[in-house]
């Protein structure tokens, strides 16, 4: 019976050391635990034979047979199956043993042969089991080994492929990065450009204003001399026409001189005008050289909203527009680019009138156009408004109105440059330009110059 | 007492003959005109010493500028006073035409009334 438990201890011991790295759940390995302390008694009480052995006997083939039934019944030892079925043989002979001389000795003494004989092809048995086992064993160990091994590499693949995807997302967002940051050069570029073009065309523009300003000058000044001394001459002919005596004819003559010197003085008013257009002209064209000299601001202000307002009356859609001038007194001279303020008083004007055309059409006659332009001394700074009380700016357009070729304008009837080369021309001036606005009531340029330092 | 003026507009001829047809006719002011520096320099060097008191020329002809001339016209005659006339009133025409020895500066549209006063000088020298 010794052999019953050994196989039993044996399986036991076999069972525990077999788990793998995840070990057995705790009532199992508690099952092998008091099974091989149970093995273990049996095997001592059989060795001292202690009565009464039929019971213990028993108990062997109970506990062995728990044991396969543990085994058989267990998923966790699933794999384990053949190694139940390795000892069935020897343990079916000791049974068969134990019965018969349990029960009938004689018969046992007369089966003795045959039993060992069962016995022995039992242990053949339970040997080639037990090497199919092992062999199962070491396959399915190597097949663990296989798949561990899968799973270890897939797990690197998966981490590598996570890494990748870490520094791809990365350089993503880098070259997103960059590619905004040369979309936003290539706008920057592309509007210089456009502001390059417009300047060059204001330029060519400028040069042959100034050419044919220069060209109108030398005829303009003939026609304003010959008829100055044509008048001149008239006063000596009706100097001469006195000493004549009367007659109806002479009064007809008289007459008639009177017309052609009323002419002449028309043609020299006249010329005097187109020479003041011409002037300005030139001035305006000739570009800045430069200098900043001091300037009677006020007189400026007065010569350039006028030539506006002519401007704008001589050109298509002229619109009534009261212009008021409230020019502060005793406003001290102010260093000035001369020909650059200019166009900067002629600018904010000429805005105003475009801005109030657009109300005058809204609102008709109820609305009368006005603009008022004031002068301050502010003491260490000269202050300049232009008032217009048109239809205001927008809160949302207002940051933009000094941006090159932004424009409210329809089609091609603004450059959007004004407002941007005013901003410029202030700035030179190392002046502010300020936008005050309410939508339908007022919109009010205001600009800051610094005093020249005495 | 003769004075020479310089310019390419001929209408210059007739202007100035009826501005000064006073002193003309009254005061014996003869005026000579010359319609290029080429012309105005083949008058002055036909006669040396020269006939006239005095230049007046224009700044932007065609061939040889006033500028031109007056400097040629200062190193072969330098007691001649030469004055300019120009259309274009910038500092650095002023400045040249000082530099190169010119007696008064005038620019165009003439001011007949200053220029009728330096004339009147002249003819009183």
Known sequence: ?454 | MKILVVDDERDVEDLFRQKFRKEIRNEGLELLFAYSGKEALEILENNNPPLVASVFSDINMPGMSGLEMLGIIKNRFPQLQVSMISAYGDSENYQKAMSYGAKGFFTKPVDFESLRKEIGEILRS
């Open chain 1, 1 to 454: 019976m010794i052999l019953v438990n050994l196989i039993s201890l044996f399986l036991l011991y076999y069972l525990k050391k077999s788990a793998g790295p995840q070990g057995f759940p705790e009532n199992l390995n508690r099952y092998f635990k008091y099974g091989m302390i149970a093995a273990a008694i049996l095997i001592a009480l059989g060795i001292a034979k202690a009565p009464p052995e039929i019971l213990f006997q028993l108990l062997s083939f109970v506990l062995v047979g728990g044991i396969i039934y543990l085994i058989l019944n267990t998923p966790e030892l699933d794999y384990q199956k053949t190694l139940a079925i390795t000892p069935l043989p020897i343990i079916g002979v000791q049974l068969l043993e134990y019965l018969i001389k349990t029960i009938s000795p004689a018969v046992f003494d007369i089966l003795e042969n045959y039993l060992d004989a069962a016995g022995f092809f039992a242990l053949i048995w339970a040997v080639t089991m037990w090497l199919n086992h092992r062999k199962q064993m070491k396959e399915i160990e190597i097949e663990r080994i296989i798949s561990k091994e899968q799973e270890r590499q897939l797990r690197n693949t998966e981490e590598q492929k996570s890494q990748l995807e870490v520094l791809v997302a990365e350089r993503t967002s880098e070259i997103l990065k960059q590619k905004e940051e040369l979309q936003e050069a290539l706008n920057d570029l592309q509007s210089t450009q456009a502001q390059l073009i417009q300047q060059e065309k204001l330029a060519s523009l400028g040069q042959l204003t100034a050419g044919i300003a220069h060209e109108i000058k030398n005829p303009l000044n003939f026609v304003n001399n010959f008829s100055e001394l044509s008048v001149d001459f008239l006063e000596e002919i009706g100097e001469e026409m006195a000493k004549i005596s009367e007659s109806p004819e002479k009064q007809n003559i008289l007459d008639l001189l009177e017309d052609v010197k009323s002419n002449l003085v028309k043609i020299r008013h006249h010329g005097s005008r187109a020479d003041g257009i011409v002037r300005s002209m030139l001035m305006h064209s000739r570009g800045g050289t430069g200098t900043m000299d001091p300037t009677d601001l006020n007189l400026l202000i007065r010569e350039y909203s006028n030539l506006a307002f002519h401007g704008m009356r001589a050109n298509p859609n002229p619109i009534n527009v009261d212009i008021q001038l409230e020019l502060a007194d005793n406003l001290p001279q102010v260093k000035l680019n001369a020909e650059d303020f200019s166009r900067v008083i002629l600018n904010l004007v000429k805005n105003a009138f475009d801005a109030m055309r657009d109300k005058i059409n809204a609102l008709g006659s109820d609305y009368s156009a006005k603009v008022t332009i004031r002068t301050k001394d502010l003491g260490d700074q000269i202050l300049i408004e232009v008032e217009d009380n048109g239809p205001g700016v927008p809160d949302e357009i207002r940051d933009k109105l000094l941006m090159p070729f932004f424009t409210t304008k329809k089609g091609t009837e603004g450059t959007g440059l004004g407002l941007s080369i005013t901003h410029d021309i202030i700035k030179s001036h190392e002046g502010k330009l300020d936008i005050e606005s309410t939508v339908g009531e007022f919109t009010r340029f205001r600009i800051l110059l610094p005093k020249a330092k005495p």
